[in-house]
């Protein structure tokens, strides 16, 4: 099973704030994606990327922006918060088709 | 796209009891997958079942690729089986995941 992580756990933050939500993976996979969740609704991808240099925007359009500098490395940076991003942030990885997610971010912003 | 369509969208149960719940997809898929979203949040993978059958302990799984649909079982539920329990699958070389509404599981004591 794939080790993610994703710091921080929860954020609480003010509008126009710029924010980076931190995600790692210690597996050594390929491709890795950004997913959005309102709650109890399903999951959207909002990015993802196939490898180091490479990055994509997903179905859901989102203002957010990613790098991937680091094949462990997929961090998710907001320039200037709104209250329309609050929401739960959560970063997968696999290697081929299985996606293995890490622990979420819950994003309020006021 | 691709669609997908749990049911049913929620569930109560009596600890003990048995449930199935059901994935309909509306194209050929290359990836479906099985989650577990517990109450902090956190998705838990429970299969990677593109096709044929699996289990794991209390839980398994059956997707019959020809007809587009995957089930769920969960026999002598647990409160700790509470949750919102997706489907999600792939069908292009994307790897990206779609993910049905979800089913959302109650389980009593």
């Known amino acids: 099973e794939a080790d993610i992580y994703q710091t921080p756990r929860y954020l609480v933050i003010g509008t126009g704030k710029k924010i980076t939500l931190e995600c790692s993976q210690t597996?050594?996979?390929?491709?890795m994606y950004w997913y959005q969740q309102d709650p109890g609704m399903e999951l959207h991808l909002i990015h993802y990327?196939?490898?180091?240099?490479?990055?994509e925007k997903g179905d859901l359009s989102s203002e957010s922006t990613v790098s991937r500098i680091r094949t462990e490395h997929f961090p998710l940076t907001l320039e200037s918060a709104r209250p329309s991003h609050t929401s739960q942030y959560l970063c997968?990885?696999?290697?081929?088709?299985?996606?293995?997610f890490g622990p979420g971010t819950r994003l309020t912003v006021t | 796209g691709i669609q997908v369509e749990q049911s049913p969208p929620d569930l109560i149960l009596q600890e003990g009891a048995n449930s199935t719940l059901r994935c309909n997809f509306s194209?050929?898929?290359?990836?479906l997958q099985w989650f577990h979203q517990n109450p902090w949040g956190q998705l838990i993978n429970l299969f990677y079942?593109?096709?044929g059958t699996k289990q794991n302990g209390r839980l398994s799984a059956t997707t019959v690729a020809t007809e587009r649909y995957s089930l769920l079982y969960i026999s002598s539920s647990q409160t700790t089986d509470s949750g919102v329990y997706f489907c999600?699958?792939?069908?292009?070389?994307?790897?990206?995941?779609?993910f049905g509404q979800g089913t959302e599981l109650s389980v009593k004591p």
């Open positions: 997968a990885s696999s290697e081929w088709y299985e996606q293995y």
């Open positions: 597996m050594g996979h390929d491709k």
């Open positions: 990327s196939y490898g180091v240099n490479s990055t």
């Open positions: 194209d050929s898929v290359n990836n």
């Open positions: 079942i593109p096709s």
């Open positions: 999600a699958v792939t069908n292009n070389q994307g790897g990206k995941l779609i």
